[in-house]
């Protein structure tokens, strides 16, 4: 990539920005994979002066431990321009103020602002032209969440369609710029061993977890409007079920992949409005006494309303109604203020028609698993079945593991770095299309609408550091499918219903 550009950041002194895009392409500077030269123009509604804005970033940078001199380098590269996006309607100034300052016409804007603002901005940004890539290129990266339901997200889509070409939309799934993640198609598709056993007559169900230990924590505004099953499960989630379960690409181009991907939320099988209390489980957590620490429920968290009925924790299960999946469950579950913070995919063997051990005490037949872990200690596990040594055929189960760790010298680059890299040398693959948005809102939308419609459906309380609501057995009913649970439940032993 050789062309210069500059970098727009729309709420670059939100949490987000800071947090993750400025460093993400500082890392990018560091390795020298920008082209030169480079700017970064930070637009927020504060008052800040250019050098305050550098001084913020250069402490949030050194906190990181990166070397001073290349910061030093790299904070120079940013503006900061002030501008309230709530009131302004004319972005002539703003556009008055590229064309003095820089000399490339390509701008990448990332919009790392309020949802309700990404149409407004998107329309003021076309009525003053600066939508138009006659010039130079005109990229928008947009954040989740994309659209409330699948109603906003089919009218935001069309909004944006108005004032962006699909090519110039780069909608953001930062699980997609997991290296991890994107690991599951290497390991599937570059091995001969696992590829042949991923089907209906080799395994049995699939697990999806991703726990997080942290509780809401500032984001009561968002989050409580949000629930966990649009935070994590309609995107993040659902985008691993894909990678974990979608048919070959003919090759790693755009096209292919996304074809695929959106071949798997095709064939999801619709939750009826009537098997939600059956197949979804709701729960949130209330307060617990944690390694002798009190830790508060949601409800007294900050900003929470005393009666929210937001889910923290979700769990489902779902079928992939295709040749190759036909009947086999795949569970989803995610959920804050959890026993520990794990996202990983496990996939349970099916066990042998007949076991020649089973004369022995111990169990001989356990389903063997193929554990994807995502974080933290990224790795892939294996476990199957050993002798014990000594007398007879006792058989224990053993573990074959692999962790990135392992492979010295490896920068694994953070999510958002990859992203944005893919985005300026355009290419997409790895951000999410508008007709797979509107999918998987399709899917999660009948959840959603009955637990709206139905004040009767459980939403389960569950200690906060627990392993998430008891009542996840409802799932398991049909079938004997034990969960993996990646650490020991540390909770007090308290389950209610709100
Ligand atoms: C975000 C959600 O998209 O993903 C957060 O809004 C969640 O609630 C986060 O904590 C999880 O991302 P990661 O990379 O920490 O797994």
């Known amino acids: 990539m050789d062309e210069s550009f500059v970098f727009l950041i729309f709420g670059a002194t939100g949490d987000l920005s800071q947090r993750k895009l400025i460093p ?284 929210s009925k937001t889910e923290t924790y979700v769990a489902l299960k779902c079928y992939i109604d295709n040749w190759r999946w036909s009947n086999v469950p795949f569970y989803i579950k995610t959920g804050k203020a959890l026993a520990t913070s794990v996202t990983e995919v496990v996939i349970h063997y099916k066990v042998n028609p007949h076991s020649i051990f089973r004369n022995n005490e111990e169990i001989s037949s356990e389903h063997n698993q193929l554990v994807i872990r995502i974080q933290p200690d990224a790795g892939f596990l294996m476990t199957f079945q050993m002798k014990v040594p000594g007398a007879g055929f006792k058989v224990q189960p053993v573990k074959m593991d692999f962790h990135y760790s392992s492979l010295q010298e490896t920068d694994i680059p953070e999510a958002y770095e990859r992203l944005i890299y893919d985005c300026l040398i355009d290419d997409p693959t790895l951000y999410q299309r508008s007709d797979a948005i509107e999918l998987t809102w399709n899917f999660v939308q009948p959840i959603l609408d009955a637990w709206k419609e139905d004040e009767s459906i459980a939403l389960y309380g569950y200690p906060a550091r627990s392993w998430g609501p008891r009542y996840i057995e409802n799932l398991l009913a049909e079938e004997n499918h034990p969960w993996r649970f990646p650490c020991k439940d540390l909770s007090d032993g308290r389950y209610c219903e709100l």
Not at 77 to 88: A, E, G, Q, T
Not at 91 to 109: A, E
Request: aromatic share 12%; hydrophobic share 35%.
């Open 24 to 307: 993400a392409i500082y890392n990018l500077y560091r390795k020298n994979m920008l082209p030169m030269p480079f700017n970064l123009l930070a637009i927020g509604r504060r008052d800040i002066e250019d050098k305050d804005f550098r001084n913020q970033v250069k402490t949030s940078l050194l906190s990181k431990d990166y070397d001073e001199k290349t910061i030093d380098e790299f904070i120079l590269r940013i503006d900061y321009f002030k501008m309230d996006l709530v009131h302004c309607i004319n972005y002539d100034d703003l556009k008055q103020f590229l064309k003095v300052k820089y000399d490339t016409s390509n701008y990448l804007y990332y919009f790392a602002i309020s949802p309700e603002l990404y149409c407004s901005t998107a329309k003021r940004l076309n009525a003053s032209d600066l939508n138009d890539e006659e010039d130079g290129f005109k990229r928008v990266i947009i954040e989740k969440p994309f659209g409330h339901d699948l109603e906003s997200a089919i009218e935001l889509n069309k909004n944006l369609h108005k004032y962006f070409n699909e090519k110039q939309l780069f909608r953001i799934d930062h699980y997609l710029g997991k290296e991890t993640v994107q690991n599951i198609l290497v390991a599937r598709f570059a091995n001969g061993i696992f590829e042949p056993l991923w089907n209906r007559n080799y395994i049995e169900y699939v697990e999806i977890t991703s726990a997080e230990s942290l509780s809401v924590g500032t984001r009561a505004g968002y989050y409580d409007k949000a629930g966990a099953l649009r935070d994590m499960v309609q995107n993040h989630l659902l985008q691993v079920l894909a990678l974990i379960s979608m048919e070959p690409p003919i090759n790693t181009s755009s096209k292919a992949l996304r074809d695929e991907m959106v071949k798997v939320f095709q064939s999801l099988r619709p939750i009826k409005k009537e098997d939600v209390p059956k197949l979804v489980v709701r729960g949130q957590y209330v307060n617990s006494i944690y390694e002798g620490k009190e830790v508060l429920g949601y409800r007294e968290e900050k900003n929470i309303p005393k009666d």
